[in-house]
T-cell receptor, first 116, second 115 residues
Framework: GAGVSQTPSNKVTEKGKYVELRCDPI?????LYWYRQSLGQGPEFLIY????????DSGLPNDRFFAVRPEGSVSTLKIQRTERGDSAVYLC??????????????FGPGTRLTVL | AQKITQTQPGMFVQEKEAVTLDCTYD???????LFWYKQPSSGEMIFLIY??????QNATEGRYSLNFQKARKSANLVISASQLGDSAMYFC????????????FGTGTRLKVLA
């Protein structure tokens, strides 16, 4: 079956611009996660959705970052007034349900964002 | 303090040999889960293996096994019979506590399998 997909695969923008990154989770997965991976680092948690609501947005670095999931499926990560430090790979993951046991997350290929 | 520590930035292993990738973690919560992911150059994170804090036995998945030493807070990944396709970045991650679903990742280990 189809995995998690993310678009675009690459995004180059100028400092100060607004960008949107899209994530299509695996069909039927209720939980969706956004992570940011800087060069040479492991992914860092940004936000987690259970259904349509953001259950945990503690990883969003500041109020320039916002994410939505209006229908409980596709999610969009929005970054306003981009800065060069926002350059990274943004990873989306989904899981079948939130669980205290094995909560295997399935990751998409990521969107590489470059802010010039 | 680092929650997940991977001390080996890079490792080499000869094809068909076994290799151990180290991971130590730090938590005071009795309930947690430990994961290993593989990230090839394509960028996608591939789930390999999971170990729960209450699991009595070490997890195994095919050629992957997890050497879980709870008292030492280590969760090393063992890859047996290495293949050229195993060359990738490997990340250890922890889900900490009940009721939380985010992963905390280490900085990764780059494994190169030599022919």
């Amino acid at each position: 079956g189809a995995g998690v997909s993310q678009t675009p695969s690459n995004k180059v923008t100028e400092k100060g611009k607004y960008v949107e990154l899209r994530c299509d989770p695996i069909s039927g997965h209720t939980a969706l996660y956004w992570y940011r991976q800087s060069l040479g680092q492991g992914p860092e948690f940004l936000i987690y959705f259970q259904g349509t609501g953001a259950a945990d947005d503690s990883g969003l670095p500041n109020d320039r970052f916002f994410a939505v999931r209006p229908e409980g499926s596709v999610s969009t990560l929005k970054i306003q007034r981009t800065e060069r430090g926002d350059s990274a790979v943004y990873l989306c993951a989904s899981s079948q349900r939130p669980s205290n046991q094995n909560n295997e997350q399935f990751f998409g290929p990521g969107t590489r964002l470059t802010v010039l | 303090a680092q929650k997940i520590t991977q001390t080996q930035p890079g490792m080499f292993v000869q094809e068909k040999e076994a290799v151990t990738l180290d991971c130590t973690y730090d938590t005071s919560d009795p309930s947690y889960g430990l994961f290993w992911y593989k990230q090839p150059s394509s960028g996608e994170m591939i789930f390999l293996i999971y170990q729960g804090s209450y699991d009595q036995q070490n997890a195994t998945e095919g050629r992957y096994s997890l050497n879980f030493q709870k008292a030492r807070k280590s969760a090393n990944l063992v890859i047996s019979a290495s293949q050229l396709g195993d060359s990738a970045m490997y990340f250890c991650a922890m889900r900490e506590g009940a009721g939380t679903y985010k992963y905390i990742f280490g900085t990764g280990t780059r494994l190169k399998v030599l022919a």
